[in-house]
C-alpha cells in the first residue's frame, strides 16, 4: 500500500491530533498545518496526496486556500467543515473540493472519504485506463454502455432525465455532488437555480429505485448541498 502523505490543515490542536493519530495508524503520513500559510508552504514544498482543509483558519480563509491550491493543481481537497458552515460548503465544492466532511466524525467516515478521494485522484491521473463501465452497490447496478439501471437484478425504467442524474452520480461513487453541479450536467447551465426540478426527479428516483424512499440506501440527500451515490461495493 503506498505511504499518502496527507495534509491536515486544522487550527483546533485537539481535532488536529485526533486526525494525525487516526491517519498515522491507518498508514497515512500526516503532515499538519495550523494555518492557512503554513498549508500553502508546506503544500508546495511536499506536495501531499490529499488535503484534509479545515475552513475557519486564523489566517486566512479557508476558501481563498483553496482557491490558491487550485490555481496550481488537482491535489484532492476533503474539507472539513462545522454544521452551521452550509453556505462554505457549497462554495468550497464549487470551486473544486472533493468533497467535506462534518465536525464532529467518526474515524470510519474519515477513512472513507479519504479513499474515495485518493481513489478518483488515481482513476483521473491513469488517462490510459478505460472509464468503468458500470457501478454496482448493494443490489443496485448501472451500465453505461447500455444506460441500464437495475435493482436485484430487476431492470428499472427511468426516463432519460432521471437516467442521466443516475449515471451522473453513479461515476462518482462515494462522493458528493453539489444541486448545481447536478443541474449544470443534467439541464445545461442556462437554466434558474431554483432546483425544485431536480428534488422532483429525485423523489421519482427514488421511488424507483428504493425499498423505503422515506429511508433512501443508495441515494443520500446531503442537507443543503446535494447528493452522494453509495460507494461501490469492493
Ligand atoms: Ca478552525
Partial sequence: MPNHKILIVEDEEAIAHVMESILSANGYTPLPARTGGQALTLATVHNPDLILLDLGLPDIDGIEVLRHIRQWGQTPVLVVSARDQEKQKVEALDLGANDYITKPFGSSELLARIRAALRQRAGALDSSAAPPEQY????????????????????????????????????????????????????????????????????????????????????????GVGYRIADEDN
Fill in 136 to 223: 454496482s452497490s448493494g443490489g443496485l447496478t448501472v451500465d453505461f454502455d447500455k444506460r441500464q439501471v437495475r435493482v436485484d437484478g430487476l431492470d428499472i425504467h427511468l426516463t432519460q432525465i432521471e437516467y442521466k442524474i443516475v449515471e451522473f452520480l453513479a461515476r462518482q461513487p462515494g462522493r458528493v455532488l453539489t444541486h448545481d453541479a447536478i443541474m449544470v450536467y443534467v439541464w445545461g447551465p442556462y437554466l434558474t437555480d431554483d432546483n425544485k426540478i431536480l428534488r422532483v426527479n429525485m423523489a421519482n428516483i427514488r421511488r424507483k429505485l428504493e425499498k423505503n424512499p422515506a429511508e433512501p440506501r443508495y441515494i443520500q440527500t446531503e442537507m
